[in-house]
């Protein structure tokens, strides 16, 4: 389901913009659809009211829980992923046992407070989510409130490192569903960031991306330099983002009385850029074509071509230098640096003249580079470097002038690259019906 189904879908139903919003607030907030003397039985029309407990329906089934291996678990040992949490997830939005946080959708005022006060925003965990076809990726909650999300089931790109395009492409998500992703792990903890860095080439999937970055950075309510667009490297990707900072941000017209318009960039007795208002009880609902511009994570891995072509044997091949240059054509229209992403892999791209190739791509230039150490990947034969070496590149680069960061990995703490949990559950799906069939 593509977010601008639903909302044709709506309008099909009387729906306008401002009904749109609330519900979409809603649904992607985790809070109810009433506002300050505007309550949802009367606010939304009725052809709304009376299919909304379908709607709901139909959006809870775009992404449920299937397993999940928090960290400091073993899944490689004892603990089956699809087994790790079987419980229903309302029972797990309290930390404390046995209690569940119910949110209201036609009673009640404003945001679910109770839910974002006990939530633990440092919990990481990976999480896999079961599709409303049964397909299943990866979600990963990351510490501060972060979350990494996938944009397809499998992937094309092929990278030798990672588990998620072993099979290729299986098939793209839509929008909703990648929104859906979110809304998963909002009904357990806030989340306040989302890097798109899971299973999937955002690129190949870009129409689908960028409409849940663009809600996401609205109803959604994230900051908009807190949603992160990871690639490979596409000159599409470059382009479409380009455009949103060539294009002149308008208001639109209001669509009912309750409705105002949104603040520009230029309107700071309104809002901060890039933040859009909140879904508490005293927001109005707001309609606006500003588009959301989110930073950039490029990932390069190395700066040696021939190398690079190996190691992402199905990336667009585009010369380092102009990807770097294009890179930073965005973040200086943005003012948000480009996230450089470089899995390290002992005796492959931890080189010293690695390292003075960084020092001389990336000088002066609005970056950061985070290293990420290898994790394990089944059947793979790679190894990440000594703990002693990763932390003098990281040094070398900082005397040089290149802010170099060594990036927490949630699989590293739980034993799993992206990917690895999927493929554990679809092996062992396959072992059962085997198994049944031998019955």
């Not at 000594?386 to 699989?411: H, N, P």
Request: proline letters at 5%; aromatic letters at 4%; hydrophobic letters at 40%.
């Amino acid at each position: 389901m593509r977010i601008s189904t639903l909302r044709q879908r709506m309008r099909d139903l009387g729906c306008k913009p401002c009904h749109e919003d609330r519900l979409l607030r809603g649904w992607m907030q985790q809070c109810s659809y009433d506002r300050k003397g505007s309550p949802a039985e009367t606010f939304f029309p009725l052809a709304l009211r009376n299919v909304l407990p379908a709607i709901e329906a139909e959006l809870d089934m775009l992404a449920r829980l299937h397993g999940e291996v928090p960290a400091n678990s073993h899944p490689n040992h004892d603990c089956s992923p699809t087994q790790t949490l079987m419980e229903p997830l309302a029972t797990r939005l309290s930390p404390q046992a046995g209690k569940s946080l119910v949110i209201p959708r036609i009673a009640g005022e404003g945001t679910n407070v109770a839910l974002r006060a006990s939530s633990n925003n440092d919990e990481v965990a990976r999480l896999l989510v079961e599709l409303h076809d049964g397909q299943m990726v990866e979600s990963v909650l990351l510490p501060r409130g972060g979350l990494c999300i996938s944009t397809q089931v499998g992937c094309a790109v092929g990278c030798v490192f990672c588990m998620s395009g072993k099979n290729g492409l299986l098939r793209q998500l839509g929008s909703a569903e990648i929104v859906a992703q979110v809304v998963l792990a909002r009904r357990r903890r806030a989340v306040s960031k989302v890097v798109f860095m899971g299973m999937g080439e955002p690129a190949h999937n870009l129409d689908n991306v960028l409409e849940a970055i663009d809600v996401l950075g609205t109803q959604g309510n994230i900051g908009h330099k807190n949603l992160v667009l990871s690639t490979v490297g596409d000159l599409r990707v470059f382009e479409r983002l380009m455009d949103k900072c060539t294009h002149v941000d308008q208001p639109s017209p209001q669509p009912s009385d309750e409705t105002t318009s949104h603040s520009t960039k230029h309107d700071k007795s309104m809002q901060v850029a890039g933040y859009p208002t909140s879904g508490r009880g005293s927001e109005r609902e707001v309609q606006s074509s500003i588009l959301v511009k989110p930073a950039l994570a490029l990932s390069l891995h190395t700066t040696d071509a021939a190398l690079r072509a190996k190691l992402l044997p199905h990336a667009p091949q585009i010369a380092i230098a102009e990807l770097v240059e294009r890179a930073e054509v965005y973040a200086r229209a943005t003012s948000y640096p480009v996230q450089y992403q470089w899995t390290l892999i002992e005796g492959m791209n931890d080189s010293d003249a690695e390292l003075e190739r960084i020092a001389a791509l990336l000088a002066e230039k609005y970056a950061v580079m985070n290293f990420i150490p290898f994790n394990p990947v089944d059947g793979l034969p790679y190894r990440r470097p000594s703990t002693e070496r990763i932390a003098a590149m990281v040094a070398y680069l900082k005397q040089r002038g290149i802010l170099a960061k060594i990036r927490d990995s949630a699989g590293q703490e739980i034993e799993g690259a992206c990917g690895q949990l999927r493929a554990r559950a679809v092996e062992s799906a396959k072992s059962s019906r085997i198994k049944t069939t031998n019955l």
